[in-house]
Structures are given as structure tokens and as C-alpha cells.
């Protein structure tokens, strides 16, 4: 069943041009990143004396700031992926149709929340060739890519379990969307004011709570049990709550 | 008669506003009831109760003898809903979007029961087309196709035919009238020929509160109070003193073309008529008319309806 819902909802993103476009926008703008990144590492070696050029390391400022970058990207993309999966069934009251039917409530969740993640997982692949460009430059470290790409795809989880929660508590796509951009903004504020506070156990919860800590950490492949807890409970726990939610409107 | 459906007492409250107040009917098999009421009754509140989607704040629904609730997907497959407004997806093509229903209802052959359903609502030649793109007619017919399609022994139509062109409400009503041979049928509508036509049995709720329950023609004869009758006289002539037949009073009066026109209603139920007519030839009137007026449904509507407002 889940199966059937999630290619009804793979098929109406491809159905329409918008997937298209983030994917194309996505490609584009990582595409100007990658680029940008590469220029000013080469035009920062070439700057320095021979002997001094391993002091610029190519995976702390290509590989490393170009997945933080997409992790920026997720801030506007994801929201518009997310912000019409409930929202759009709201306003032309169509939900209707799954309490009808013998479909339970976390089915729709879950399956929303796969489908969301395979456009993500569309988006991510086109920026598949960047490590073609990797490997010419001699950088063939497998585990750093993989360790990277699992980073951003688990931060994509939690947004999307906050986009789709946000879609799930409002009628309008709009509203929706910027619910989630601030709710994504206020999960890295969080990790800012650990920082700022001097108040070491407030410092260690901010920093635990916010998403920012856990995905530096997959990024550099250190990513530990904590991480993994914090990502399911993240996702269980925004599920959660976008099941509650459709429950409540339904009462 | 069997009683698939049966509402006991059931209440919707919402905060600060009583949207259905102990509402009591039961749904015999295999008719076709009626579900009457002014807009913002609760008619639509008590369908979406009875289909499950909404729950009830107190009293119980049964149907099939299960009771029902949105926790109930035991019943999901036995009933059938076409809302006010059809859970449409604009953006999919028809034939794909009655497969994904038939499929969420576990349908085994989809493909087989869409096209047969396709078939009979006419909806073949709109097959791949978008529904966004389709008129309000066929969107309707897609509306109900999809309470169809898997085949529910129960149906819950609110209005299907509002808003139609006259043609496509015939092909409805008629394609309704066929889908009682098997199934039962809880149908609202705001056209009381309509219901006159197809219900055996209704029910009229206003503001939240059943007013009235049960067979047409019973509820015809509880409505009729004392002996209606129209009389046409000559024009120009006055009506006589018609005393000697009881209590009466004069409802209307209207001269047309060819006869002056009375609606008198007799206190007392016993046929006059006979005597009635003997009497007035007797004073040399002439007699065009004299029949038993019926209330018509509309009648009793607004009686329900107005009066008790």
C-alpha cells in the first residue's frame, strides 16, 4: 500500500513542471558552488610558495564547504518540496478520500516522506559529477564522499519531517513553506546560542538539540550513536506529530 | 425491513456551536432515503459522521450492526461517499485516479472494475484526460465513480446533482436509480422532485435537529391535517355558505381565466367531496373543479423548515 501512495505522489511531483525546476535550480546553483569553491582553492595555492600548499587542505575547502553549502541550499528547496504534500490535500479537501479508505494515518506520512526524499534523492544525484571532478584531482577518498553524502541526506530527513509537518497544519502552501524555512533557521539558531551561552550544561543542550553539531560531525565522517538517536528521534518525533495533527483536523 | 444504518441520538459539538443535536433515523436495505434539510442543517455533518471520517461528540452510529468510528477499517470498504465537494485530484488523469482508488480500497482487478465503472458513468471517452481540465458534469461523474468503484454495498451521496445541466442530472438520477438494485443509498439533495422520485423513505433535519423521519407516504399523511380541497366556480361567481359541511377556511383564492379558484381546508378528514359538489350545482354554480389537494413534499419542507424557525 505504502508502494501505491508513493508513486501516486513521485508521479504528481514529475507530472509537473515544479520538480523539474528545482532540480534544474538545485543543479545550477551547486554546479556555480562547486565552481566557485575549486576557483578560489586553485587561485589560493597558486598564491602561495611551493612548499606551503599542503597547508590548504582540498577536502576542508571544496568537498567539505561545498555539502555545507547544499545543507544552505535544503533551507529554500525543501520547504518547496514539502510545503503542497498536506496542504494542497487540505484546501481541495481530498484527505477525505484516505480516511475513507482502510489507509492509516502514518501510511500517508511515511509514504509523503519517501516520496519528498526521492526528488531530494534526484536533486543530490545530478551533483553526482562533482565527484567525477574529485577523482581527476586525485581526491579518491570513498568514505569521505559517502560520509558526506549520508550527512546531507539525513539533515534532508529531518527537514522534510519538519516541511511536512508544517504542511500538515496549515491549508495554504505558502504559510506552509515558511513555517518550515524558519523552523529549519531556528534548528541552526539553536546550535548558535550553545555557542554563545556561557553556561556549560544550557551550551551542551542548545548544541545537542540543534541540527548543526550532528551534521559537521557526519561530514567529517565522525557521526556517532548520539547522531544517529538525534536523527530518528527527530524524524519520529515530527511524523509524529504530522500524524497528530491530521488527526486532530480530521476531529 | 432490515435496518442497515442506524443513528441513535448522535450530537456534534463544536466549540460554541451545536451542529447536530441527538439526531435519530435508521436507513431500511435497499432503499434509496432521502436526507433533507436548508443549507447549514447538518446534513453534510451527519454524512461525513455516518461515513466515519468525523466522530461523533455523543450517541452511536451502526451500520451493517458494527459501530462506526474513524478507528472502525472494518467498514471502510463497505461504504461508499460522494461529498459536497468530490476528493478530486485536478492534476490526474481520470482512468489513473479511479485505479489509486480502487487500489487504497484493496480492489484485486482495477483495471477491470474502473473500466466497467468507466463504462457506465460514461467516463471512457474522458479516460486520459486531466480532471482539472474536465466540466463540472464530468467531475461529478468521476465523483461518483470513485464512491463506486469498489464496489460498496452502501452509498452516501450529498447532492450529486447540484449544479448540473439538466441532462447529466437525468443520466444521474437514472444511473442512482439502477445502483439501488444492489446497494443502499442515503441521498441528500436540495431538489424535493428529485427526492420525490427516487426516495421511498427521507428524513428532514433543520438546524441540527431531525424533524421529521420515515416512509414519504406516511409522512404525507401526518402532515395532511383535516381535508384539502380546490374548487373552481364559474367566473365571476362567489363561493356559497358552506357551513353545513363543518369548520373550514378559505387558504386561497384566485381568479383565472376560466374559473374562480378556491383551496378550502376542512377541519374534519371524512370525503365530502360527493356532497360537496351536489351542493353547489343545487345553486345553480357552475363546477369546473373539485379535487383533494395532496401536500406536496416542498410543502411539508418549509413547514419543517420555516414554521419552527
Known amino acids: 500500500m505504502i508502494f501505491t501512495l508513493w508513486k501516486k505522489e513521485v508521479d504528481a511531483y514529475f507530472s509537473s513542471p515544479l520538480a523539474f525546476v528545482l532540480i534544474g535550480l538545485f543543479s545550477l546553483i551547486s554546479g556555480i558552488i562547486f565552481f566557485n569553491l575549486l576557483v578560489t582553492y586553485t587561485d589560493g595555492i597558486q598564491a602561495l610558495p611551493p612548499n606551503y600548499t599542503e597547508q590548504i587542505s582540498f577536502v576542508e575547502e571544496v568537498v567539505l564547504k561545498f555539502f555545507a553549502n547544499v545543507n544552505f541550499l535544503f533551507l529554500v528547496f525543501i520547504p518547496l518540496i514539502t510545503m503542497k504534500l498536506f496542504s494542497e490535500e487540505i484546501r481541495q479537501e481530498t484527505l477525505d478520500l484516505y480516511w475513507l479508505s482502510p489507509i492509516k494515518e502514518w501510511e500517508l506520512v511515511l509514504s509523503k516522506t519517501l516520496a519528498a526524499f526521492t526528488l531530494v534523492l534526484s536533486m543530490l544525484l545530478i551533483t553526482g559529477v562533482?565527484?567525477?571532478?574529485?577523482?581527476?584531482?586525485?581526491?579518491?577518498?570513498?568514505?569521505?564522499?559517502?560520509?558526506s553524502y549520508l550527512a546531507v541526506s539525513l539533515n534532508a530527513c529531518a527537514y522534510i519531517a519538519l516541511g511536512l509537518f508544517c504542511s500538515s497544519i496549515s491549508g495554504n502552501q505558502i504559510i506552509a513553506a515558511l513555517l518550515s524555512v524558519l523552523g529549519i533557521m531556528f534548528l541552526w539558531m539553536i546550535t548558535w546560542g550553545g555557542h554563545l551561552n556561557s553556561n556549560y550544561v544550557v551550551s551542551e543542550i542548545f548544541t545537542y538539540i540543534g541540527i548543526t553539531s550532528h551534521f559537521e560531525r557526519s561530514l567529517r565522517g565522525i557521526l556517532g550513536t548520539q547522531d544517529i538517536i538525534y536523527y530518528f528521534s527527530f524524524v519520529s518525533i515530527f511524523s509524529f506529530l504530522t500524524v497528530k495533527s491530521l488527526g486532530r483536523r480530521n476531529w | 425491513m432490515d435496518k442497515i444504518l442506524v443513528v441513535d441520538r448522535v450530537c456534534k459539538e463544536y466549540p460554541g456551536r451545536v451542529a447536530v443535536s441527538e439526531a435519530s433515523f435508521a436507513v431500511a436495505k435497499g432503499s434509496i432515503h432521502g436526507f433533507l434539510g436548508p443549507n447549514g442543517a447538518?446534513?453534510?455533518t451527519t454524512m461525513k459522521m455516518i461515513a466515519g471520517i468525523l466522530p461523533t461528540s455523543?450517541?452511536?452510529?451502526?451500520?451493517?450492526?458494527?459501530?462506526?468510528?474513524?478507528?472502525?477499517?472494518?467498514?471502510?470498504?463497505?461504504?461508499?461517499?460522494?461529498?459536497?465537494?468530490?476528493?478530486l485530484y485536478p492534476d490526474m488523469k481520470v482512468e489513473t485516479y479511479l485505479q489509486y482508488v480502487a487500489k487504497l480500497h484493496g480492489v484485486s482487478k482495477a483495471k477491470d472494475q474502473v473500466n466497467k465503472v468507466m463504462e457506465e458513468l460514461h467516463l471512457t471517452e474522458v479516460r486520459a484526460r486531466l480532471i482539472g481540465n474536465l466540466s463540472k458534469g464530468f467531475k461529478q461523474r468521476v465523483g461518483l465513480a470513485q464512491a463506486i468503484v469498489y464496489d460498496a454495498p452502501f452509498l452516501i451521496l450529498d447532492e450529486p446533482t447540484n449544479g448540473l445541466d439538466p441532462q447529466t442530472v437525468f443520466e444521474l438520477r437514472d444511473f442512482i436509480k439502477k445502483l439501488s438494485i444492489d446497494k443502499t443509498i442515503l441521498f441528500s439533495s436540495h431538489v424535493l422532485s428529485e427526492v420525490e422520485q427516487l426516495c421511498n423513505d427521507i428524513t428532514i433535519i433543520h438546524k441540527g435537529k431531525i424533524r421529521a423521519s420515515g416512509n414519504l407516504q406516511d409522512i404525507h399523511r401526518k402532515f395532511r391535517q383535516g381535508l384539502v380541497i380546490k374548487i373552481g366556480l364559474g367566473l365571476g361567481e362567489k363561493l356559497p355558505d358552506l357551513g353545513s359541511f363543518g369548520k373550514f377556511e378559505v387558504t386561497h383564492h384566485s381568479s383565472l381565466s376560466m374559473e374562480e379558484q378556491f383551496i378550502l381546508n376542512f377541519e374534519s378528514e371524512s370525503d365530502i367531496r360527493s356532497d360537496l359538489g351536489r351542493f353547489i350545482l343545487d345553486r345553480g354554480l357552475k363546477l369546473m373543479t373539485l379535487h383533494v389537494e395532496s401536500p406536496e413534499l416542498?410543502?411539508?419542507?418549509?413547514?419543517?423548515?420555516?414554521?419552527?424557525?
Not at chain 2, 416542498?298 to 424557525?309: A, G, P, S, V
Open chain 2, 58 to 87: 455523543a450517541g452511536e452510529i451502526k451500520l451493517f450492526g458494527q459501530t462506526v468510528s474513524p478507528e472502525n477499517r472494518e467498514l471502510k470498504n463497505q461504504l461508499g461517499l460522494l461529498p459536497e465537494n468530490a476528493p
Open chain 2, 42 to 44: 447538518g446534513k453534510s
Open chain 2, 298 to 309: 416542498e410543502d411539508i419542507f418549509l413547514h419543517m423548515t420555516e414554521t419552527k424557525k
Open chain 1, 130 to 147: 562533482f565527484p567525477l571532478v574529485i577523482w581527476g584531482v586525485g581526491i579518491r577518498d570513498f568514505h569521505l564522499l559517502g560520509t
